[in-house]
């Protein structure tokens, strides 16, 4: 059973433009939502977290914004560069010292001139 | 400065042999989990450890150990090689002071002919 649902797996947007992929999540336990870049050949890093105490958060052109009662949560690329192609991954966790994460499926983004 | 290193990074082995990847970091991490990155099913958790002497199933756990002699490494070993194994492997690491970062190793790409 997939804990976090993750869309699209696959994205291309134009240089310029707003990516969006889009999570959802099942366990109400879940209170740590990272979201990981992951350029091919390298291991995952993380972009950006949110608790769920805060709908939206915001580092530079990446934006994580959150909707606890509709367990999901998004993320947004804005003004997307060709630097950004990467694999994205959402996930989630039980914090509290044991951070055992649960990963989406991945979503490829394709940044074009 | 600190890192989490794998070896190796490529491997091709046969059907049944037992294969052991290795896994190294220098953060003095309690927290290391192996996962593996198949396409169209994200990362999946492996096995992980919260300390030495502590291992746990993750959830494709199947065919898989792990042993934590130290804090710094924790070696995955595959007791007889399946062609189902054929994937990439990650290693990472976490504080568990609250930070909730998984660190990432390079990967290692292992081929099961």
């Known amino acids: 059973q997939q804990q976090v649902k993750q869309s699209p797996q696959s994205l291309i947007v134009q240089k310029g433009g707003i990516s969006i992929i889009n999570c959802a999540y099942e366990n109400t336990a879940f209170d740590y939502f990272p979201w990981y870049q992951q350029f091919p050949g390298k291991g995952p890093a993380l972009l950006i977290a949110i608790r769920p105490d805060v709908s939206e958060k915001k580092e530079g052109r990446f934006t994580i914004s959150f909707n606890k009662s509709a367990k999901q949560f998004s993320l947004h690329i804005m003004d997307s560069q060709p630097g950004d192609s990467a694999t994205y991954f959402c996930?989630?966790?039980?914090?509290?010292?044991?951070?055992?994460?649960?990963f989406g499926i991945g979503t490829k983004l394709q940044v074009i001139p | 400065d600190a890192e989490i290193t794998q070896s190796p990074r490529h491997k091709i082995t046969e059907t049944g042999r037992q294969v052991t990847l290795a896994c190294h970091q220098t953060w003095n991490h309690n927290n290391m989990f192996w996962y593996r990155q198949d396409l169209g099913h994200g990362l999946r958790l492996i096995h992980y450890s919260y300390g030495v002497q502590d291992t746990n199933k993750g959830e494709v756990s199947d065919g898989y150990s792990v042993s934590r002699s130290n804090t710094e490494d924790l070696p995955l070993t595959l007791e007889s090689a399946a062609s189902s194994q054929t994937s990439v492997y990650f290693c990472?690491?976490?504080?568990?002071?609250?930070?909730?970062?998984?660190?990432f190793g390079p990967g290692t790409r292992l081929t099961v002919l």
């Open positions: 990472a690491s976490s504080d568990p002071g609250g930070r909730d970062t998984q660190y």
């Open positions: 996930a989630a966790a039980n914090s509290g010292g044991y951070q055992k994460v649960t």
